[in-house]
């Protein structure tokens, strides 16, 4: 399975422009054909271009605009707009030949509100007499212009340069570099029920610098951040029962407040769910799915492992444990369980372990590629599975959009690009979301779909 960061450069431009022979070109033989069902759309969406340094990945927008020829401006929009979305570098492609037509320059609109680098590819300059026309092409406002002939090869070489050149001052916050003893530390918010034992984890990981940290200032009223460094990383631990922890010797039945897990979890990356694994309740299901509604990653630890059938062998504790906590927690079935002890200090180690196991995994989601060989795979074999959308609906592509600012431990967003807007079956992208987790596990970490199209 390639795990793969690859960039995507994305080719635009209105029909007949040369779009699939410059495709080609920058393919040259490393054609990956995605999707190659006759009839449906076009035979190619996206190759690897490997004579680039760094090689990339190209995305032909046009497989989506091919269905609905009668409206131009919906697939304009479409395409720029997943172009917008998942490339890292953008060429738009206009016909040297025919000159700037409205489409052209509708098209130019679109991408020039974008932040992304735009090349404006003149294509078809096949001879001289041609290139009289170019000077015309200056009038789409793009600082970068490049002319070739598809067709005949030329210019191919100094595009790909410059796509290159791009794609190497990408910044560097979108190459995800690994996690280092000075990147920022990860916010990890422990979270629970009143009694789940949020205040011994905490003191059993941070043991005697209680007394220091717990004159730091908290952030809001309800949490206190504690930085803690473990195995060489640095974290800041949220801790929500640390306030509260005074008031407890008079207060013995605490409230559970729901305005306060949330405000917790909202500024955490990853949400650390300790649960009462001796007896799980509704209470911990509702904090839980707090976490599901805003989408965070998280594993759940299985605190008070000491008291769960004592007695018993400790692989079948632990076995029946997880089984009786998946089976409670079967809407997030992607989250780790850890099965701790903070009171005997049992196991704390794996937490972090968890921790990191997620964070790894977040950052290396498959290549595009790798992605639509993977929906295209579960079309194929249970196409039912599109349910009642009919024969005249097909899916065409997935992309991870990118985000500018994407957090320590990204949550993916994968959009589906569709011939039409329809409603899918939840069904499907359950099924579709646990085909992809055969292949990229991404532990602990939700995913989202969402669906484009043409109207
Ligand atoms: P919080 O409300 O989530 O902060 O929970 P506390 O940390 O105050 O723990 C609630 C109770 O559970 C206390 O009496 C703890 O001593 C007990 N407790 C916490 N962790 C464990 C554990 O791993 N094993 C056992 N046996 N008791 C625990």
């Known amino acids: 399975m390639e795990i793969q960061n690859t960039k995507i450069v994305a080719i635009v431009g209105r029909p007949n422009v040369g779009k699939s022979a410059l495709f080609n070109r920058l393919a040259g033989k490393n054609i990956a054909i995605v999707h190659d069902r006759p009839g449906v759309t076009r035979d190619r969406l996206i190759a690897s271009c490997r004579k680039a340094e760094p090689p990339f990945d190209i995305m032909d927008t046009g497989g989506i605009g091919e269905t609905i020829e009668d409206d131009f401006n919906l697939q304009v929009k479409a395409e720029a707009t997943l172009a917008l979305d998942v490339a890292d570098v953008i060429l738009f492609v206009v016909d040297g030949f025919q000159g700037v037509t409205p489409v052209d320059l509708e098209l130019a609109k679109t991408l020039r509100q974008s932040t992304k680098p735009l090349i404006l590819v003149v294509n078809k300059m096949d001879s001289e007499k041609r290139k009289q026309h170019g000077s015309e092409f200056s009038k789409l406002g793009f600082k970068e212009i490049h002319e070739t002939s598809a067709a005949h090869g030329h210019g191919i070489t100094e595009l790909i340069a410059t796509v290159g050149k791009h794609l190497n001052s990408v910044p560097a916050k979108a190459t995800r570099p690994p996690r280092t003893a000075t990147?920022?530390?990860?916010?990890?918010?422990?979270?629970?029920?009143?009694?789940?034992?949020?205040?011994?984890?905490?003191?059993?990981?941070?043991?005697?610098?209680?007394?220091?940290?717990?004159?730091?200032?908290?952030?809001?009223?309800?949490?206190?951040?504690?930085?803690?460094?473990?195995?060489?990383?640095?974290?800041?631990?949220?801790?929500?029962?640390?306030?509260?922890?005074?008031?407890?010797?008079?207060?013995a039945v605490e409230t559970f407040s729901a305005q306060q897990a949330t405000r917790s979890i909202k500024r955490a990356d990853l949400c650390v769910l300790l649960v009462d694994a001796s007896g799980m309740t509704m209470q911990d299901r509702k904090v839980a799915q707090i976490v599901v509604e805003l989408q965070k990653p998280c594993i759940i630890v299985l605190n008070k492992f000491d008291l769960y059938h004592p007695g018993a062998k400790l692989k079948d504790r632990k076995e029946e444990l997880l089984e009786t906590a998946r089976r409670e927690f079967f809407f997030m079935p992607h989250a780790p369980m850890i099965p701790i002890s903070a009171k005997e200090g049992q196991y704390l180690d794996k937490i972090f372990n968890a921790v990191e196991r997620v964070h790894h995994g977040a950052q290396n989601p498959p290549g595009t590629g790798a992605l639509n060989r993977i929906l295209h795979k579960v079309i194929d074999t249970s196409p039912a599975a599109l349910g009642r959308t009919g024969k005249s609906f097909n899916l065409l592509y997935a992309s991870f959009i990118k985000e500018d600012n994407p957090a320590p431990i990204p949550v993916p967003h994968i959009v589906l690009f569709a011939n039409r807007v329809d409603k899918l079956q939840d069904s499907f992208l359950r099924h579709l979301e646990s085909v992809l987790r055969k292949t990229w596990p991404a532990e602990g970490i939700p995913m989202r779909w969402s669906i484009r199209g043409k109207g």
């Open 183 to 251: 990147a920022p530390p990860l916010k990890l918010a422990i979270i629970g029920r009143p009694n789940a034992g949020k205040s011994s984890l905490v003191n059993a990981l941070i043991g005697d610098q209680r007394t220091i940290v717990s004159d730091i200032a908290g952030t809001t009223r309800d949490s206190i951040d504690i930085p803690y460094e473990h195995d060489g990383k640095a974290y800041t631990l949220i801790d929500t029962a640390g306030l509260r922890r005074k008031a407890k010797i008079h207060d």
